[in-house]
């Protein structure tokens, strides 16, 4: 698939598919969905796509719940998290199409966060 690029640091090394970033995303796309990893891990990123992606941004409240859950613990997971959870205060104060969805597919960005 010509979205994505084979990385390995060795012959030995498996290699495996990362996307080529933002760039890669097909124009015909209505919506995208963020996990938990892009935000905690690669929250630059989710910052990129907020900035440049056209369409609908999701993340599910499963996501919300899981990084307000990691908000509580200790180490730099708990950082990650705080400013995965700003980064999606940011983007949506900024009235960027980003919003927060049950995994119903019901709209709960205004509602507020609860466990599914």
């Known amino acids: 698939n010509s979205d994505y690029v084979l990385v390995g640091l060795s012959e030995e090394e498996p290699k495996h598919a990362v996307a080529k970033g933002p760039e890669s995303l ?14 905690l891990h690669q929250p630059e990123i989710f910052k990129l796509m907020v900035s440049t992606y056209t369409s609908s941004i999701v993340i599910l409240n499963a ?5 307000l859950g990691l908000t509580k613990s200790t ?20 009235k ?13 960005t205004n509602i507020g966060f609860y466990k599914e």
Not at 63 to 67: C, M
């Open 26 to 39: 097909k124009e015909n796309l209505s919506v995208l969905v963020i996990d938990t990893n892009i935000l």
């Open 63 to 67: 996501v919300i719940t899981e990084l």
């Open 75 to 94: 180490g730099p997971i708990r950082d990650s998290a705080k400013a995965a959870m700003i980064g999606i205060h940011e983007a949506q104060t900024k």
């Open 96 to 108: 960027r199409d980003v919003s927060a969805s049950n995994a119903k597919g019901r709209n709960v």
